[in-house]
């Protein structure tokens, strides 16, 4: 059986509601058994149950946070009981949501309430989607008369979607759906990212890579969205035209595993199968690492941007360059640089810079 936990979150008004029966009806003809949880918080507000009516807006959170991890548990029980070959999990909202509602210290006093860290939670989630607010880009159509729980007004909706991508940044697979285009369009550019994330029918993605100049870590901190995780790399051995690599990611102590299987398609798209695993797994692979190849260890920088979504390497063997890569959905979209980074060259298509041949040298 096959279980793929995904996360539609996005600003007020950004079309989730309208996102869930794209996704019902695209990735069932697929063959998925797609099982939807409901955005918590409007099901509390909806019952009476709201910052405005709890004693505090922290114990209001600590109230969500619980439902919203006992619903994940009971929908993911009730999956893997299931007689079926592919389920699609898909969490109207996720937990790491609520961090855009509270200060630091309710939101600290919340995961401790829960007997859970941010990193934990928040990887937990195999692919999380942002659909960006109609109040960015779209503002003829933003309303709240769809959604009882919904007050905000355009200026609040912008700031919102802001602190939600900024709560979900540093995500191993965060995606970011701009209102570029229009609503259609925009459900299909959903459904096209899921599609590619899940292997549906093939997994291409579109990467551009940049060399930059080393970065101002201050500069990239001072981002809201930005989120620091710690990498390392290690290539195993494989057969002529594939790669297979296996990474640890995370901070502080805690980390989650996986393995990519490579293989390009043509300069800048490749097929990619990723995988999650468990610590034993992961340990058990690195008995198969590849020894004429060197770890790579790497500090990634992940913040969003223009409504794009990057990532920063700092590698320790290079003190006057990094590396940013940005994904696209499409070869034509446009990359809206930080202001503060300042491009060398693009390498998209330079093989130098590689995953591969980073691990080659020594």
Known sequence: MDISKIVITGGPCAGKTTAMSWIQNAFTQKGYTVLFI????????????????????????????????????????????MKVDKILLVCDRGALDNKAYMNETEFAETLASVGRN???????????????????????F?????????TETVEEARALDDRLVAAWSGHPHLRVIDN?????????????????????????????????????????????????????????????GNEIRIRQR????????????????????????ERRLSQEEYLKLLMDADTTMRQIRKTRYCLAYGNQYFEIDVYPFWDDK????????????????PDGLKIIEDITNNPEYSNIALASRK
């Open 38 to 81: 409901s955005e918590t918080a409007t099901e509390l507000i909806r019952g009476g149950v709201a910052p405005w009516t709890c004693g505090t807006n922290g114990d209001y959170q600590k109230c969500q946070m619980r439902l919203q991890i006992e619903k994940e548990a009971i929908y993911e029980k009730a999956a893997r009981s």
């Open 322 to 337: 990094a590396i940013m890569r940005v994904n696209l959905s499409s070869e034509d979209n446009a990359v809206h640089l």
């Open 180 to 240: 570029a285009t229009d609503f259609a369009v925009k459900m299909r550019r959903l459904i096209a990212e899921i599609s590619a994330f899940l292997g549906e029918p093939m997994p291409i993605s579109v990467e551009k890579k940049y060399l930059i100049n080393y970065p101002s870590i201050s500069y990239l901190e001072s981002f809201p969205s930005c989120r620091r995780v710690e990498v390392i790399q290690t290539f195993l051995k494989s057969v002529s």
């Open 118 to 140: 941010e990193i934990e939670l928040r990887d937990s989630y195999d692919a999380v989607f942002h659909l960006v607010s109609a109040a960015k880009g779209a503002e003829i």
């Open 250 to 273: 995370g901070i502080n102590g805690h980390y989650i595993y996986f393995q990519t299987m490579q293989r390009s398609v043509n300069d800048i798209k490749k097929v990619e199968i």
């Open 142 to 150: 933003y309303t709240t008369a769809n959604n009882a729980a919904r």
